[in-house]
Nanobody
Framework: VQLQASGGGLVQAGGSLRLSCVAS????????IGWFRQAPGKEREGMAS????????YYADSVKGRFTISVDNAKNTVYLQMNSLKPEDTAVYYC????????????????????????WGQGTLVTVSS
């Protein structure tokens, strides 16, 4: 599966952006889609993940209540709606697709790690000004 992320840009603190991740190719193969971000000088971190059906969603504590992940399978697109943006949300955002399955005990943590994913899109830059 190939992934194309878009929607980044410059926004003031408190504003909103919606990122899109369009999947193409053998899209029936993946189980989860995740959104990650990498700020300058920092490691890449998982923000949100959604199952193929859209029935399971997971969020990092730092974005819970502000970010919402959703899927439109008819368009092979996963969205990340980002509200109440803060300067510390500034980063390059990546989407990723994964085929790994996890137990119910591990899934909430595992799908926010890079281990869960084997296909990555290019990043889209989000800059939040204060």
């Amino acid at each position: 599966v190939q992934l194309q992320a878009s929607g980044g840009g410059l926004v003031q603190a408190g504003g909103s952006l919606r990122l899109s991740c369009v999947a193409s190719g053998f899209t029936a193969d993946y189980i989860n889609i995740g959104w990650f971000r990498q700020a300058p000088g920092k490691e890449r971190e998982g923000m949100a993940s959604i199952s193929r059906s859209g029935g399971s969603k997971y969020y990092a504590d730092s974005v819970k209540g502000r970010f919402t992940i959703s899927v439109d399978n008819a368009k092979n697109t996963v969205y990340l709606q980002m509200n109440s943006l803060k300067p510390e949300d500034t980063a390059v955002y990546y989407c990723a697709a994964g085929r790994r399955k996890f137990s119910e005990y591990d899934v909430a943590t595992a799908v926010l790690t890079e281990f869960a994913y084997n296909n990555w899109g290019q990043g889209t830059l989000v800059t939040v000004s204060s």
